[in-house]
């Protein structure tokens, strides 16, 4: 895939740009509640929270913030109770699109994120219609800079890694959800910083677009669809030229 740019690149540039906005936060705060009411407030014995928490403090989000979205969660302050929901349908040129939703509405969040798919050249699917197609995987990203392709492999094979690939200017590491925390760890013991460090849904295959109209509508789907308060997550297996990538912004 070296000169392309996936969606998953995409999707963290977007973050990034929720995040200098203050608008992420409300979302990991939903993602922290949801962790702790499940699994409880001890980050220490709760994966989930750890990731969500993680994931906070990566986006700058104020440790009363973290604090808070615990305790709402794991009981201990008044909190609203939202229900976790999966949405799956396809985008223009019939990219498959995979939703994790969280909200306290789900008739309120169907029909808007139905419009949304339906704004954009696409429509809302029925269950499983497309699940299958991604999997379930932790996934690093580093900077291809200062890095020894061939060491860094080695490395993150002898971590534990499932995978390794080059790209044009990153490195990325695919590892099993359960070996996700050893395999960071063990590198960041080595000296590696991540950009990017999460588990996350990976696609099995990539769809490539070439035509820039298509691309476009695609990244206007996944955009409008990540700004709704109520989508967590959003996942796509489109692949598009760098080139184009940067054409489009």
Known sequence: MAGHSKWANTKHRKARADAAKGKIFTKISKEI??????????????????????KGREANMPTDNIQRAIQKGAGGLDGVDYEEIIY???????????????????????GEV????????????????????????????????EH??????????????EDFAAEEDTFEIYTSPEDFEHVKEKMEAEGIKFTTAEVTMIPENYLEISDS?????????MDALLDHDDVQNAYSNFDISSELAGALG
């Open 114 to 145: 139905r419009h949304i798919f339906s704004r954009h050249g696409g429509s809302l699917g029925e269950s499983g219609c497309v699940a299958w197609m991604f999997r379930r995987r932790g996934y690093l990203v580093l900077s291809a800079e």
């Open 33 to 54: 509640m949801v962790a702790a009411r499940f699994g409880g407030g001890d980050i220490n014995n709760n994966f989930r929270l750890r990731l969500a928490v993680q």
């Open 213 to 221: 109209d298509e691309a476009g509508k695609a990244m206007g789907l």
């Open 148 to 161: 020894d392709e061939e060491q860094l492999m080695l490395l993150s094979l002898e971590a534990g890694a």
């Open 88 to 110: 799956e349908g396809y985008g223009p040129a019939g990219v498959a699109v995979l939703l994790e939703i969280l909200t306290d509405n789900r008739n309120r969040t169907a």
